[in-house]
């Protein structure tokens, strides 16, 4: 069993149960160990959309990198995930932030998530549960990655 860091997003329809269904459907592959509270948060990259929920869990799962990447992609589809533009609304979305300690880069996936470190909707969630991990690539606790983008004052953020 490999450990794992999820984040879980939401800004179209109902969100909250949005966020309920993924994490249901995610404990049929990921045992849940934790999950943050939900946050509301400012729309990143594209800004004229609805505000999202987002929430981040840990948990264990027997699935591979890329095997949990298609689960997660299942179930964006069973929740009515359409595609859209990049960085535009969504019914759900799901991200690996990390895989034990692994380091991933190939076309179809990265991990640790790429720009996990950029955004407070990702490291405010992740802090609360986890913030002693250390990011393997960059060699920084979660909490001080969060501290890091909240001076640089890339913290725009509701609670």
């Given at each position: 069993m490999s450990l794992?860091?999820?984040a879980l997003?939401?800004?179209?329809?109902e969100r909250e149960a949005n966020l309920r269904a993924a994490r249901e459907r995610l404990a049929t592959q990921v045992r849940i160990l934790k999950t943050s509270a939900v946050y509301e948060t400012e729309p990143w990259g594209f800004r004229e959309q609805p505000a999202f929920l987002n929430q981040v869990l840990k948990g264990q799962t027997a699935l591979t990198p890329l095997e949990l990447l298609?689960?997660?992609k299942s179930i964006e589809a069973a929740l009515g995930r359409e595609e859209n533009f990049r960085y535009g609304p969504r019914v759900i979305d799901l991200d690996i932030l990390f895989y034990g300690r692994q380091v991933l880069d190939i076309q179809r996936?990265?991990?640790?998530?790429?720009?996990?470190?950029?955004?407070?909707?990702?490291?405010?969630?992740?802090?609360?549960?986890a913030p002693g991990l250390i990011h393997p690539v960059l060699r920084k606790r979660v909490s001080t990655l969060l501290r890091d983008a909240a001076a640089k004052d890339e913290v725009h953020f509701w609670a």
């Open positions: 794992v860091y999820l997003g939401s800004n179209l329809g298609d689960f997660l996936l990265q991990i640790p998530h790429p720009r996990l470190h950029e955004r407070a909707f990702v490291l405010v969630p992740l802090a609360e549960i």
